[in-house]
T-cell receptor, first 114, second 115 residues
Framework: AQSVAQPEDQVNVAEGNPLTVKCTYSVSGNPYLFWYVQYPNRGLQFLLK??????LVKGSYGFEAEFNKSQTSFHLKKPSALVSDSALYFCAVRDDTGRRALTFGSGTRLQVQP | KAGVTQTPRYLIKTRGQQVTLSCSPI?????VSWYQQTPGQGLQFLFE???????NKGNFPGRFSGRQFSNSRSEMNVSTLELGDSALYLC??????????????FGPGTRLTVL
């Protein structure tokens, strides 16, 4: 069975500081990992994904994520946070055993203070 | 390219009624998936359609059904609505080539309120 854990309900960071949103996963096969962001009253917006290869994945709006197989983690990072980054962030996983549905974490609310 | 569109954006129904939600995928995308988002349960997978066939199904009761048309547009139906069906229903489309690496792109959702 697939599962995703986002251990922090909320992350607070000051504008201009680096941010990290944590995600750990559990799958049977090889993992394919995704990050999405949700703004109020909006759907999910794709940020980036890890399929294979380089463990550091770069995505939209200056976000990047680091895949760590030994720690089964896929943390989302950004070197310098913006107030406009304040939103709900979801990590999701799919493995290569044929089940195509994404399994999502519970979400982490990012609050960037000016 | 236009994104995924969902109609209507908001719906209010009463218990026992039925509802139909519509989703138009990104042009060229053949897979449509539906998810339910609630504060308590988070994001849960309902089903996926590809080439007018249900390819995957989540753990929801039979009151939840869907279909896909030849132009890849999809509808989701919920019969005999219950208060617990109040949620944001999200549709996502992908190319659907059968690869687990496919990215799903989400629509804005339909907010269903059951009174």
């Amino acid at each position: 069975a697939q599962s995703v854990a986002q251990p922090e309900d909320q992350v607070n960071v000051a504008e201009g500081n680096p941010l990290t949103v944590k995600c750990t996963y559990s799958v049977s096969g090889n993992p394919y990992l995704f990050w999405y962001v949700q703004y109020p009253n909006r759907g999910l917006q794709f940020l980036l994904k890890y399929i294979t290869g380089d463990n550091l994945v770069k995505g939209s709006y200056g976000f990047e994520a680091e895949f760590n197989k030994s720690q089964t983690s896929f943390h989302l990072k950004k070197p310098s946070a913006l107030v406009s980054d304040s939103a709900l962030y979801f990590c999701a996983v799919r493995d290569d055993t044929g089940r195509r549905a994404l399994t999502f974490g519970s979400g982490t609310r990012l609050q960037v203070q000016p | 390219k236009a994104g995924v569109t969902q109609t209507p954006r908001y719906l209010i129904k009463t218990r026992g009624q039925q509802v139909t939600l519509s989703c138009s995928p990104i042009s060229g995308h053949r897979s449509v998936s539906w998810y339910q988002q609630t504060p308590g349960q988070g994001l849960q997978f309902l089903f996926e359609y590809f080439s007018e066939t249900q390819r995957n199904k989540g753990n929801f009761p039979g009151r939840f059904s869907g279909r896909q048309f030849s132009n890849s547009r999809s509808e989701m139906n919920v019969s005999t609505l219950e208060l617990g069906d109040s949620a944001l229903y999200l549709c996502a489309s992908s190319t659907g080539g059968g690869f687990e690496t496919d990215t799903q792109y989400f629509g804005p959702g339909t907010r269903l309120t059951v009174l």
